[in-house]
């Protein structure tokens, strides 16, 4: 759940222009190289508790897909790793 600093993705974003490519094209092409270059963060508290929140609580009742059989994509285990988490 990092999140890329401004800054240094508009930096990339200036010289990729220059050079006539886009992120987009990039992220497609050469991830690797882009990620290397923008620098990332952990959010503070007060941005990621709500997010993993609402992450786990969306996901944990789905079925999974590759076998419905198996149940929930959230075992009783992992929805106490889940809550601990939090």
């Excluded at 600093?5 to 930096?11: C, I, K």
């Excluded at 963060?41 to 709500?50: A, G, K, R, S, T």
């Excluded at 944990?60 to 897909?65: G, H």
């Amino acid at each position: 759940m990092l999140i890329q600093d401004v800054d240094d993705r508009q930096q990339v974003e200036a010289v990729l222009a220059k050079n006539n490519k886009t992120w987009d094209y990039m992220m497609h092409t050469k991830p690797d190289a882009i990620h290397q270059r923008v620098q990332h963060f952990c959010p503070p508290p007060e941005i990621l508790v709500p997010q993993l929140e609402t992450l786990i609580t969306s996901w944990e009742d789905v079925e999974c897909s590759l076998d419905p059989s198996c149940g929930p994509l959230f075992s009783v285990s992992a929805r106490k790793q889940a809550k601990s988490l939090i």
